[in-house]
Every structure is written in C-alpha cells, then in structure tokens.
C-alpha cells in the first residue's frame, strides 16, 4: 500500500524560500504522478502543481507560476516543492497527494505540512 | 482559471439525503468526465470519495454517489450519518493548461 510522508512544519520570513519533500513507500514512484495541493487556514483547497516522475516533468498553476518549483528523486521516492518570495499569503498546509495511475483523481495523501511566514 | 462554485453549506437530519453541487464551466466541469469528491474532516487530509463522475473507490459506501449534468456536477449522501459531518471538494480537469481546479468546499452538517 502507497504511503505519502511529508517533512515537518517550517516556519519562515517573508521573502525567503521554503521546500517541502513528500517520501513515497510501497507502489512503484515513477509510475504515478505526484500533485501538491495548498490550504490557508479555514479556506479551500488550491492545486498548485504536479510532476511526473518518469518523465521528470512538472506543471504548475498560474497563479504561483514562477514561484514554484516541484522535483522528483527517484533514487529516494521522494518528491519536493520548493516555493520562493515567500508572502504571508503563503502561510498554509501543504499536501502532496497520489494522481492514481488508472483513473484520474488524487487517491492517497501524504499528511500535510504546515508552513509559516511571519516576519 | 476560477475556482468550481459551491455551496458554502449544507446541513441534514440522520437518515435523510443531501445533495452537493459543483457548477463549473464549458472548459473543466462539462468538457471532462473527470470530475472528483473529496471529505475533510478537521485537522486531516482530504478523502477521495468520488472519482470520474460517479465511481467509488474501494472502501468508501455505497450511501455516496455522484452525478453530471452540463457543467454541473454532484454529489449525493442518502442515510446521513453523523461521521458524515466535515468538508466536501469537488475538483474537475481543466484542461492541459491548468490541469486541476478545485470547488471553494461545502461544509455538511448533520443535525
């Protein structure tokens, strides 16, 4: 069974970076593509990008294009999200998530990862 | 690419059926039959109840279906239970330029 575990909370100054990394255990890594989806507190649910660790492709949502960026290690299984010029608005759980490799939809959650801005 | 409308709850007695709806547009809701349902309950990362439409992933009951019309899609919870109480996602494809987007979410409430 697929597991996704995420790093631990950071805490951050505006304007710097942070990366996230989401480990995956059981399944094959490369075969299924990996989502990472962000929720400010007490609001929805935002999809910021994906990446295809076979291929080592990423795409991201436009409205953070440019500050984003996802790898994939296949060596570790593991994947991250680095997000830069960080903003309070950033402050948010940050999950990976398992697109299923049969059927479009995110199947398996890594179990969030807080991050901070405050200055 | 905006965010599928929702609303922003819904609540009903034990036993009885609800209905979630998700209206997006021509580009993501009505163009894909790619449209999933998500649970969150607080402090926990969401659940996939729904995927394409109307499929259940093993596991998850029978009491949840989901449904399309147009660039409407649904989700339904007949026999309301209290541990159906939290959040609920919808999230369509939109497309290999934006990819996902999701609903702004529906907090159900079980009276």
Redesign the interface.
């Known amino acids: 069974q697929v597991q996704l575990v995420q790093s631990g909370a950071e805490v951050k100054k505006p304007g710097s970076s942070v990366k996230v990394s989401c480990k995956a255990s059981g399944g094959t890594f490369s075969s299924y593509t990996i989502n990472w989806v962000r929720q400010a507190p007490g609001q929805g649910l935002e999809w910021m990008g994906r990446i295809i660790p076979m291929l080592g492709i990423a795409n991201y949502a436009q409205r953070i294009q440019g500050r984003v960026t996802i790898t994939a290690d296949k060596s570790t299984s593991t994947a991250h999200m680095e997000l830069s010029r960080l903003r309070s608005e950033d402050t948010a759980m940050y999950y990976c998530a398992r697109e299923h490799e049969e059927f479009d939809a995110f199947d398996i959650w890594g179990q969030g990862t807080m991050v901070t801005v405050s200055s | 690419?905006s965010?599928l409308t929702q609303p922003a709850s819904v609540s009903g007695s034990p036993g009885q059926s609800i209905t979630i709806s998700c209206t997006g547009t021509s580009s993501d809701v009505g163009s894909y039959n790619?449209v999933?349902w998500?649970q969150q309950h607080p402090g926990k990362?969401?659940?996939?109840m729904i995927?394409?439409g109307s499929?259940r992933?093993s596991g998850v009951s029978n009491r949840f279906s989901g449904s399309k019309s147009g660039n409407t899609a649904s989700l339904t919870i007949s026999g309301l239970q209290a541990e159906d109480e939290g959040d609920y996602?919808c999230?369509s494809?939109a497309g290999?330029?934006?990819?996902?987007?999701?609903?702004?979410?529906t907090k159900l409430t079980v009276l």
């Open positions: 690419q965010a790619l999933s998500y990362a969401p659940k996939l995927y394409e499929k992933p996602y999230c494809y290999s330029s934006s990819f996902w987007v999701f609903g702004g979410g």
